[in-house]
């Protein structure tokens, strides 16, 4: 098994975007991205460290706000609403707890297009699924990472493609980005029959499920590109839905987690921030 380190990836792109961000001090404006925290769980608040690391990094700027008090949608949603209407904030992001009490979907459609910096409003997925030409849009982050690293490692247009995972955060975009891609595209979820023998037969599988090392060696055989989405934890460590250590004897290629998706998401995330304020300029310029 050969392992697909994000690392190089991530530091190349990672200096690509504090360049962006130095060039775009030097005229006036620094880019900041706010997080939204609707909870106070410990994974979440240590999703929110490391974006908070990722940015100060490049120079950004971040501010954490925290609605973990409130408690009705429309309180929550008014709060969200007035963040991103202020010209400081370039973009923003939810983050949720494990068991929200209010509806994600309606929260995650407060934030406007031209903030999302996530990608995930009904706008942006909207935009993504219809691929004009024309369309100025903003891709989920995770599906992004999960396209970089196939695509370091293999062909995607004319490949088939598996994705194990129907989420709306990963699954469901990652698929419909996958066949603008060119590849062609079966989704297995719950409901799937057979599933190990239709992820053998794929060129390149994507999982996204949250079933920590749930995907043993029937999954997968020798010659795959494997990019495991998931993020779990067992005995408090860190891990992705791929059984790795029952795959060492394979001869394939995995991203590892850590180590793998999560950090290249965390660089997109940047990235994306970069880019909504390249449309708003754009906008602003043929006002």
Do not use: W
């Amino acid at each position: 098994m050969q392992l697909i380190s994000s690392k190089d990836i991530v530091a190349q792109r990672k200096a690509g975007v504090a360049a962006a961000v130095a060039a775009l001090r030097a005229r006036g404006v620094a880019p900041k991205l706010a997080a939204v925290l609707c909870s106070t769980d410990p994974a979440v608040m240590s999703y929110v460290a490391s974006k908070r690391k990722h940015i100060h990094e490049v120079q950004g700027l971040f501010e954490a706000v925290v609605l973990s008090e409130l408690s009705d949608f429309a309180d929550i949603a008014r709060a969200i609403e007035a963040l991103c209407a202020r010209p400081d904030v370039h973009g923003a992001i939810l983050v949720m707890s494990p068991d929200p009490k209010v509806d994600e979907i309606d929260l995650a459609n407060a934030i406007p297009a031209a903030k999302d910096v996530d990608g995930l409003s009904a706008a942006n997925l909207g935009a993504m699924l219809q691929n004009g030409p024309l369309h100025q849009f903003i891709a989920p982050a995770t599906p992004q990472a999960c396209m970089i690293l196939a695509a370091s490692a293999t062909k995607l247009a004319g490949a088939r493609a598996v994705v194990i995972g129907r989420g709306r955060t990963v699954g469901r975009p990652l698929a419909n980005m996958l066949i603008s891609a060119g590849a062609t595209v079966t989704v297995c979820h719950s409901g799937t029959k057979d599933m190990p023998d239709i992820a053998r037969s794929a060129d390149v599988v994507f999982v996204a499920t949250g079933r920590p090392r749930h995907f043993g060696a029937d999954y997968f055989r020798s010659g795959q590109i494997v990019i495991d989405a998931g993020i779990g934890f067992i005995h408090g460590k860190v891990c992705g839905d791929v059984d790795a250590q029952a795959l060492s004897g394979v001869d394939l290629m995995l991203t590892p987690t850590p180590g793998g998706v999560g950090p290249l998401t965390s660089v997109v995330i940047l990235e994306n921030l970069l880019r909504l304020i390249e449309i708003g300029e754009n906008r602003a310029l043929r006002a």
